[in-house]
């Protein structure tokens, strides 16, 4: 069984500051992975793609991967009271099929105090 | 473009009963997915279907089938509900993004099920 392994938290932090979620995977071989935001309620939204060691930002969002430690984080900076969500971690998998699809995290819930 | 659409938003079956669920994408992807999301266990994987006139099971596909009627829709059927089913079910499609054969997966608003 191929895993995405996440901190459930919360995780709370106050307005303004960064905001640090990890993940960790199970399969060596993965090339590509994801961060999806979802708010209470609603459905996954991709926020954030990495396919290379090292960071990728956009915007507020940093991407971090690091392959021979098999781990991924996401970086918020100056974090906003409308970051308040729950982030899951996806990684590219090869079912046994031979095609590929992602594994989720179960996420982490973020809360940033006003 | 309306994305990815699911029909209904909300269902309530008694357990035994059968139902589709209804999904629909614009974008022109050809890959198509089916989730289920349950408290702490995350996005569980039922079914895919790579391209029209294909699926494969996913992680958790026992007590349902589903059917890629075109490249647009991709439907979920339980045939004899059971209370273990209710859950959020969520509709995804991806690209494939050239070279790096990777897919960014796209998610539908969700259907909230409830077996009685």
């Known amino acids: 069984q191929k895993e995405v392994e996440q901190n459930s938290g919360p995780l709370s932090v106050p307005e303004g500051a960064i905001a640090s979620l990890n993940c960790t995977y199970s399969d060596r071989v993965s090339q590509s992975f994801f961060w999806y935001r979802q708010y209470s309620g609603k459905s996954p939204e991709l926020i954030m793609s990495i396919y290379s060691n090292g960071d990728k930002e956009d915007g507020r969002f940093t991407a971090q991967l690091n392959k021979a430690s098999q781990y991924v984080s996401l970086l918020i900076r100056d974090s906003q009271p409308s970051d308040s969500a729950t982030y899951l971690c996806?990684?590219?998998?090869?079912?046994?099929?031979?095609?590929?699809?992602?594994?989720f995290g179960s996420g982490t819930r973020l809360q940033v105090q006003p | 473009n309306a994305g990815v659409t699911q029909t209904p938003k909300f269902q309530v079956l008694k357990t035994g009963q059968s139902m589709t669920l209804q999904c629909a994408q614009d974008?022109?992807?050809?890959?198509m997915y089916w989730y289920r999301q349950d408290p702490g266990m995350g996005l569980r994987l039922i079914y895919y279907?790579?391209?029209?006139?294909?699926?494969d099971k996913g992680e958790v596909p026992n007590g349902y089938n589903v059917s890629r009627l075109n490249k647009r829709e991709f439907s979920l059927r339980l045939e004899s509900a059971a209370p273990s089913q209710t859950s959020v079910y969520f509709c995804?499609?991806?690209?494939?993004?050239?070279?790096?054969?990777?897919?960014?997966?796209?998610f539908g608003p969700g259907t909230r099920l409830t077996v009685t």
């Open positions: 996806a990684v590219q998998t090869n079912m046994d099929t031979g095609r590929r699809a992602l594994t």
């Open positions: 279907s790579a391209s029209e006139g294909t699926t």
């Open positions: 995804a499609s991806s690209v494939e993004l050239g070279h790096r054969t990777t897919y960014e997966q796209y």
């Open positions: 974008m022109n992807h050809n890959s």
